[in-house]
């Protein structure tokens, strides 16, 4: 059974920090690429940032500079790193892998960046 558990999210102020952290069991996690995504309130499900299994990444646009994406293969778990949280950053984010031919999901992790 393929399991995601995002962890790390809470409450900061703009220009704080903030590492996310997804563990994983009951995939070969290091053959995959591990995605994360992002849900504001009243806005569809945003992708963030990806690392492929040999450790390219990619970021959106609007995060690039700001969030790092990095993977522990030893420890089946994948990062992000955010820095400089702005308002706009506020949503639940989730991880995400591909395998078996479907998409699994963790439960998400909140993350609300507030004055």
């Known amino acids: 059974q393929v399991y995601l558990r995002e962890s790390g999210g809470g409450l900061v102020q703009p220009g704080g920090s903030l590492r996310l952290s997804c563990a994983t069991s009951?995939?070969?996690?290091?053959?995959?690429?591990m995605d994360w995504y992002r849900e504001a309130p009243g806005k569809a499900r945003e992708w963030v940032a990806n690392?492929?299994?040999?450790?390219?990444?990619n970021h959106v646009d609007s995060v690039k500079g700001r969030f790092t994406i990095s993977r522990d293969n030893a420890r089946s778990t994948v990062h992000l790193l955010m820095n400089n949280l702005k308002l706009e950053d506020t949503a639940v984010y989730y991880c995400?892998?591909?395998?078996?031919?479907?998409?699994?999901w963790g439960r998400g992790t909140q993350v609300t960046v507030s004055s």
């Open positions: 995400n892998v591909r395998a078996y031919g479907r998409n699994f």
């Open positions: 009951g995939i070969n996690f290091k053959i995959y690429t």
């Open positions: 690392i492929t299994d040999r450790g390219a990444t």
